[in-house]
């Protein structure tokens, strides 16, 4: 097993950007594209439906990093009138949205036989249709502009199969194929759309949430024997919304080497 490599510096790739962060609470990949983003030079604003955990983000980005505290807004991302009042808010306090990353998604295990209807359905509406939602609010500021980029988080589920998973695995899906469909659409707009797939990204909740076999089985699958620290996939994720990949879009890039 290989050690992680050591927390890199920023190197101002979003300097003089706006960035907004879903689901941006707790500490996973969200808070850790967001502490990335102000480190890059970018004014951030996080979001989350959680309002303590949220507030609680915001103040540790600031504390860690050493900027001004990032603005929140409470938002439900299934829930189109939340999306349309983030999109306002982020307009107002940022000016214009540069860089939206829609980082939202809901797990869980369960097979086929034993899922609900309201399981599988809360699963997509957070996982996949979120993505349309923020996509759908935000891609006409980015029009008129005449530019913008967007990164969505997916997953290797997205690739390969996992018992329990079809719900998750089935919305990640979605969201690769509607990058690619969305990001044809965009592209003569001057906006950019790709996503990145990671598997395993270690955090404090995922470790709450997932057994120890579990854990020391996907990291086995890992060629690098380790899970991801979650600010190497952040780093993924802002490269795809800088400068730097001006000619990627439609892109579903691997933060892993298990794609099936």
């Known amino acids: 097993m290989s050690l992680a490599p050591t927390y890199p510096p920023g190197r101002n790739l979003l300097a003089g950007k706006t960035v907004l962060v879903t689901a941006a609470a707790g500490t996973g990949i969200g808070y850790a594209v967001a502490k990335r983003a102000v480190e890059e030079g970018a004014r ?10 949220l507030g609680e983000a915001a103040t540790r980005i600031a504390e860690e990093t050493g900027s001004e505290r990032p603005a929140t807004f409470v938002c439900d991302v299934s829930d189109q009138a939340q999306v349309d009042a983030l999109r306002d808010a982020a307009e107002a306090e940022l000016g214009a949205v540069d860089v939206l990353i829609n980082n939202a998604g809901l797990g869980g295990e369960t097979p086929v036989v034993d899922m609900t209807d309201d399981e599988w359905q809360r699963v997509l509406d957070v996982t996949l249709n979120s993505v349309f939602r923020m996509t759908r609010a935000f891609l ?18 997205g690739w390969r199969a996992q018992k329990g998973q079809a719900h998750y695995a089935a919305a990640k899906a979605g969201v690769m194929a509607f990058t690619r469909c969305s990001a044809l659409e965009a592209a003569e707009h001057g906006v950019r759309i790709n996503a990145v797939a990671p598997s395993i990204a270690m955090h404090a909740f995922l470790a709450k949430v997932t057994s120890d076999e579990l854990l020391a089985e996907l990291s086995a699958r890992e060629a690098f024997g380790r899970p991801a620290e979650v600010w190497e ?14 000619y990627m879009t439609g892109e579903v890039v691997p933060v ?3 794609r099936a």
């Open 140 to 157: 006409p500021g980015m029009y008129a502009r005449k530019a913008g980029a967007i990164v969505n988080n997916a997953s290797v589920l």
């Open 256 to 258: 892993s080497s298990q």
């Open 44 to 53: 951030v604003m996080i979001s989350d439906w959680h309002e303590r955990r």
């Open 233 to 246: 996939v952040a780093n993924v994720m802002l490269f795809l919304a800088s400068d730097l990949a001006s």
